[in-house]
């Protein structure tokens, strides 16, 4: 099964201690996760990454900034929310994206990792997810490294007016652009990079992937699944349930590989 995969880095160099981070892509499938429901595809995809023992640990998203820490993954049974974080190496964290930034999370002090889902309602909860770890372990600013995942970059990202005030306000004018009208362009990666230089982490433990998930092709094929472009086509008011069928979720997890 083919999937993304890599390092965190520390000080501008991948760090081989630390847990990797792990994508699916578009040809790995839906991978749709709602506890009322089972979904095969996301099954065998797991199944063949975990190996004995392991077990995921995801909530069902709710596009919210709460993040839960847990030690065994029954403790998030039922659980929704949209940031997961562990310190224990058997536990497999993930969410989904379909456009939506995952950030993954490791905190060298206190080794917990995870991921998180950070669309436009939830920016912010990268804050959420250091301040807890800040709090229960003391771990400190250069502790912490973050890799802000692939998703809609500004290229295909554009937002109104409205939305764009509310980034400039809140996460820095550099998020957002200026296209025409009431058009603006969205960089979620600007706006979690001020969020992480706010915070004082510094710029060598942060690693950004540049791969759009609306436009990047790799040999000529679309990548990754995307809301925006696989439901461009469909009408507007359809309902999000309606649209749920036409896109395809990527997941997003951290593990150990050993
Ligand atoms: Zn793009």
């Given at each position: 099964m083919s999937f993304l995969t890599g390092n965190f880095f520390y000080n501008g160099k991948p760090l081989s201690s630390a847990p990797l981070w792990g994508m699916s892509v578009l040809e790995s499938g839906n991978m749709r996760f709602r506890w009322n429901e089972t979904n095969s595809v996301r099954d065998n995809f797991f199944s063949s990454i975990c190996a004995e023992k392991r077990k995921i640990a995801q909530p069902e998203l709710i596009h919210s900034k709460t993040v839960y820490e847990v030690s065994s993954a029954d403790e998030i049974f039922k659980k929704k929310g949209d940031g997961i974080l562990t310190s224990n190496k058997f536990i497999i964290p993930a969410v989904t994206v379909a456009d939506c930034m995952p950030i993954f999370v490791y905190d060298k002090n206190s080794n917990a990792f995870g991921v998180l889902h950070s669309g436009w309602k939830g920016t912010g909860i990268v804050k959420e997810a250091f301040f807890m770890l800040n709090k229960k372990y003391g771990s400190n600013t250069d502790d912490f490294c973050f890799v802000l995942g692939p998703h809609i970059n500004s290229c295909c990202y554009s937002i109104d007016k409205d939305r764009a005030e509310y980034f400039a306000e809140n996460f820095g004018s550099e998020c957002v652009s200026f296209i025409d009208g009431n058009k603006y362009s969205l960089s979620l990666a600007d706006a979690n990079l001020f969020l992480l230089k706010k915070i004082g982490i510094p710029d060598g433990n942060v690693f950004v992937s540049k791969e759009c998930t609306c436009c990047f092709k790799e040999n000529g094929a679309f990548k990754y699944g995307s809301f925006r472009r696989q439901t461009s086509?469909?009408?507007?008011?359809?309902?999000l349930e309606e649209k749920q069928k036409h896109f395809t979720v990527q997941t997003a997890f951290v593990f150990y590989s050993f």
């Open positions: 086509s469909l009408p507007q008011d359809l309902p």
